[in-house]
């Protein structure tokens, strides 16, 4: 299981272009990709989910990737959120 935690940088939050891409990219990785934000842990594979995290500039959300390729799925997943939140 590979972890990293990131604060939310866009000052919109993870709205709905950025959150679409998120989960985009989670749905063509073969791990399972979950987010937690304020104790609650969605699937990183579901709009709704993602959205209704309601997460806002500055919030640290935590990313959980657990697979047979959840090396690469993580690196993946922390550089689009280096680029895109």
């Keep these: ?43 990183a594979k579901k709009l709704f989910a993602v959205m209704g995290l309601c997460v806002k500039q500055n919030d640290e959300i935590t990313v959980t990737v657990e697979g047979v390729n959840e090396e690469a799925d993580c690196l993946k997943l922390k550089e689009f959120c280096e680029k895109n939140l």
């Design 1 to 43: 299981m590979q972890t990293f935690q990131f604060a939310v940088k866009d000052e919109a939050g993870l709205h709905a272009r950025p959150a679409g891409l998120l989960v985009k990219l989670a749905s063509s990785c073969d791990s399972d990709i979950n987010i937690t934000f304020k104790s609650k842990t969605i699937s």
